[in-house]
């Protein structure tokens, strides 16, 4: 059955690393892949672009293909927003036989032990561990001793149950971070090829990561 996969970010802003993995894994895996934007919650450093803005770049970077899309089920809900409660509400509307996977990438995997509820996730989705060469370290015992007899190793394997196995993805290794187009942005330069041209379309979806311009004087 094609699993559906789903891919997490503050994407502030969205990227094409962002769109080139989560590309590489929908090909990979033969998945349709939705793209979640984060609520970062009031205590955390808020992101520099609000949910509604970073929800119009991912829109408007997907535009023009059908196989990934956006989900913004984390933007609306109220208070707390964990990975858990996501998959359990997408189990809920994909019935128990689809396949689940969440995609995310090496380094965040590492720390899977520090997730809310995290034993629980392999109940309801599989995890696609985005890997490329150099990242990604040792993992914790705790997770190494979880994960051993969960270990997948082909897409295959992923498509015959609907969650409970690990699966490394490989993936085309692209220096890009948000971080780096925020500062662009910020120095009032263009990120262009960095960024979908997608961006460029409407000079309201940038706007907030731009240097203010001088007043007139
Ligand atoms: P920031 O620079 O603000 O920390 P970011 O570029 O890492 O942001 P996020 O929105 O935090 O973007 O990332 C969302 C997901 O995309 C994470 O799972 C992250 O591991 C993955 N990701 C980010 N950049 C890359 C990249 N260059 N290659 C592969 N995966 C990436």
New binding site residues.
């Given amino acids: 059955m094609k699993p559906l996969a789903i891919?997490?970010?503050?994407?502030?802003p969205?990227?094409n690393?962002?769109l080139?993995?989560a590309w590489e894994a929908a090909e990979f895996l033969g998945a349709d892949v939705r793209l979640l934007p984060?609520n970062v919650p009031p205590h955390r450093e808020q992101p520099v672009a609000d949910a509604g803005t970073r929800a119009a770049l991912v829109r408007a970077a997907l535009a023009g293909q059908d196989r990934l899309t956006l989900d913004t089920r984390e933007l609306r809900r109220e208070g707390l927003s964990y990975t858990i409660d996501t998959l359990v509400e997408l189990r809920d509307e994909i019935g128990a036989d689809r396949p689940l996977v969440l995609?995310?990438?090496?380094?965040?995997f590492a720390g899977l032990p520090t997730w809310h509820r995290w034993t629980e996730l392999f109940a309801h989705a599989h995890i696609g561990v985005?890997t490329?060469p150099g990242?990604g370290g040792t993992l914790p015992t705790e997770l190494r001793t979880k994960i051993a007899s969960r270990r997948a190793n082909s897409a295959q394997s992923l498509r015959e149950s609907p969650a409970g196995r690990v699966l490394p993805i490989p993936?085309t290794?692209?220096?890009?971070?948000?971080?780096?187009?925020?500062a662009l942005l910020a120095a009032g330069r263009e990120p262009r090829w960095l960024v979908s041209d997608a961006l460029f379309a409407d000079p309201a979806l940038l706007a907030p990561y731009r240097a203010p311009r001088g007043e007139p004087g």
């Fill in positions: 891919f997490g970010g503050t994407f502030d969205i990227h690393a962002h080139r993995v984060a995609l995310v990438g090496a380094d965040a985005l490329r990242h993936v290794p692209l220096e890009i971070s948000a971080t780096q187009v925020r």
